[in-house]
């Protein structure tokens, strides 16, 4: 039987991080169900797209946090925030690259952050098709799958592995950033989504410049990547609230975030 919090109770990181294990491994198993079968797609008025799987990992991961702790307050991508969420908040993208997954691409994940009074405690990324689930909180190394994983520590942008993410968002909104960015680094890859961010905090990745986003896309990231060493701001450098603008950048060492800072506002 699921014990029920009290009132006044604000759970640790710890067990945060145990909450949100389990819940991934449920939305796993329901994204799973839906991925490459056909499921109907509709646009919401910002054109971007919505399924029955989202709206469905969506209200089971609701119904689970409510079950626990049912004055808490959850701020989900589908449905907005319900409850109050002054003190505590559950952040919930119930599928992280819903174009990925309406077009059989294995990299769409499932992100749950949680916020005590505003402050990050702790986030997870979960990636349904790949059976990987990355952890991290405040006070707690990041995993992936419960291994310690660490970001790279490099320090140098000319021998930086570069992802880009919304490479034509960018290129239509800032033209000379991109030009700059497709001139950095010594590897560069376009991509979407949560997981370069994910490969940043397993040190497979050094810098990550992402756009346009909402918080419940990168916040969950933002605990992972900076319990992993990483460093995850917006573009002038200022730590990530649910107020920031969805302009953001991760690294893998303060250098090579000052250096990137500085190229995106030159």
């Known amino acids: 039987m699921t014990q029920i919090s009290s009132f006044s109770e604000s759970p640790s990181a710890e067990t945060v991080l ?14 799973l169900s839906f991925f490459r079968q056909g499921t109907a797609v509709d646009f919401k008025a910002d054109l971007s797209p919505v399924t029955l799987a989202d709206q469905t990992v969506e209200r089971e991961l609701k119904a689970a946090i409510t079950a626990k702790y049912p004055d808490h307050g959850i ?32 990299l769409f994940g ?18 349904p098709a790949l059976n990987e689930v990355y952890c991290g909180g405040l006070g707690i190394p990041a995993t992936c799958n419960g291994t ?17 993410n919304e490479g034509e968002k960018l290129l239509a909104d800032h033209p000379s950033v991109t ?18 961010h994910a490969l940043l905090a397993a040190g497979h990745v050094d810098a990550v410049i992402d756009y ?24 002038q450098g ?6 920031s603008e969805g302009a953001v950048i991760s690294a893998a060492s303060s250098e090579l975030h000052a250096v990137l800072i500085e190229l995106l506002n030159s």
């Open 75 to 106: 701020f989900g991508e589908e449905t907005g925030i319900e409850g109050d969420g002054k003190v505590h908040l559950w952040i919930i993208d119930p599928i992280d690259g819903t174009r990925s997954f309406i077009s059989g691409h294995p």
């Open 18 to 31: 145990r909450d949100c294990a389990a819940w991934a491994e449920m939305s796993a198993a329901t994204a």
């Open 212 to 235: 346009d986003l909402k918080p419940y896309d990168f916040l969950a990231v933002s605990a992972v990547v900076e319990a992993a060493g990483g460093i995850m701001t917006d573009w």
């Open 110 to 127: 499932m992100l749950i952050a949680f916020l005590n009074k505003g402050q990050l405690q702790a986030g997870t990324i979960s990636m």
């Open 179 to 196: 030009a700059q960015l497709l001139q950095a680094g010594q590897t560069r890859r376009f991509g979407y989504d949560c997981y370069p």
């Open 238 to 243: 200022k730590r990530l609230t649910l107020d």
């Open 148 to 164: 310690l994983i660490h970001v790279s520590g490099q320090r140098d942008l000319n021998a930086a592995v570069l992802y880009i």
